[in-house]
C-alpha cells in the first residue's frame, strides 16, 4: 500500500532543517501527547546534533528512525522511530510516532508505521514491537488496532508527558513469521 507523493526515509544529517521546522509547525497539535523538552530542543542546531548520535546508533543497532517526506524531502510528513531494540531473548523494541497536523487522518500514519513494522520484522529480525499510548490518545489506539497491534495492560505513571506522569495502555505487534 502506498500513497501517493509520500517517500519514506532513514532521518539523517542533512534533515535537521525540515525536522526543526516539523516541530515548529506542530508544536501545539503534539504537546498534549508527547514529553515536555526544553527550549532549544528542536532547534535546527540540537537536531544536526541528534541526527549524528542517531546515525551511531543506528550503527550499533539501538534505534530506526524513519520519516515521511515529499518527494523533493523540503517537509516532514510524519515520523516513526524504533527504539530501544534489545536482542538476546528479548528480541523486542519499541515504536513511536507522530504526524504533521494537515496530514492528520488521511492514512499516511498508517503508511509510514507499517513500514517501520515491515522492517523490524524482516531487516531487524524482531520478535515483538511494543507501543503505548495515552488512555485517552484515541487516533493513537485506532492506528495500533489497525496495524494488528494487541492490547496488553496498562501502566499507571507511566511517561513523563508534558510534565505529568500518564497512565498509558501498553499494546504490541508479534512477529507471525520469526524465525532464528
Ligand atoms: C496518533 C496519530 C499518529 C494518528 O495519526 P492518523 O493520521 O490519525 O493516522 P492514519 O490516518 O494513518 O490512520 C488512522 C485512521 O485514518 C483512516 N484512514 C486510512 N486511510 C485513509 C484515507 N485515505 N483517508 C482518510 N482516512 C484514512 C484509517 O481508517 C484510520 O482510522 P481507523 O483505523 O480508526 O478507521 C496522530 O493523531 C498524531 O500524530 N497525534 C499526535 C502525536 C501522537 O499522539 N503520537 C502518538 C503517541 S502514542
Not at 60 to 67: D, L
Not at 74 to 87: A, E, M, P, Q, T
Amino acid at each position: 500500500m502506498g500513497k501517493h507523493g509520500l517517500k519514506i526515509v532513514r532521518a539523517k544529517p542533512g534533515h535537521e532543517t525540515i525536522m526543526a521546522n516539523y516541530f515548529a509547525v506542530n508544536e501545539r497539535h503534539l504537546k498534549p501527547w508527547t514529553p515536555l523538552v526544553p527550549r532549544d530542543h528542536h532547534s535546527e542546531s540540537a537536531w544536526r546534533r541528534r541526527l549524528e548520535e542517531r546515525e551511531i546508533e543506528f550503527e550499533n543497532g539501538v534505534s530506526v528512525h524513519f520519516i515521511g517526506t515529499d518527494d523533493a524531502e523540503s517537509h516532514v510528513i510524519g515520523s516513526c522511530s524504533l527504539s530501544n531494540i534489545v536482542r538476546g531473548v528479548f528480541q523486542a523494541c519499541h515504536m513511536g510516532y507522530s504526524i504533521a497536523e494537515r496530514y492528520q487522518g488521511q492514512g499516511y500514519m498508517k503508511v509510514i508505521t507499517s513500514h517501520a513494522v515491515k522492517y523490524a520484522f524482516k531487516e531487524l529480525k524482531m520478535h515483538r514491537i511494543m507501543a503505548d499510548h495515552m488512555p485517552s490518545n484515541d487516533r493513537s489506539a485506532a492506528l495500533l488496532k489497525s496495524l494488528g497491534f494487541e492490547r496488553e495492560g496498562y501502566a499507571k505513571e507511566y511517561i513523563l508527558i508534558n510534565g505529568k506522569w500518564e497512565d498509558h495502555v501498553l499494546n504490541s505487534l508479534i512477529n507471525p513469521h520469526y524465525s532464528r
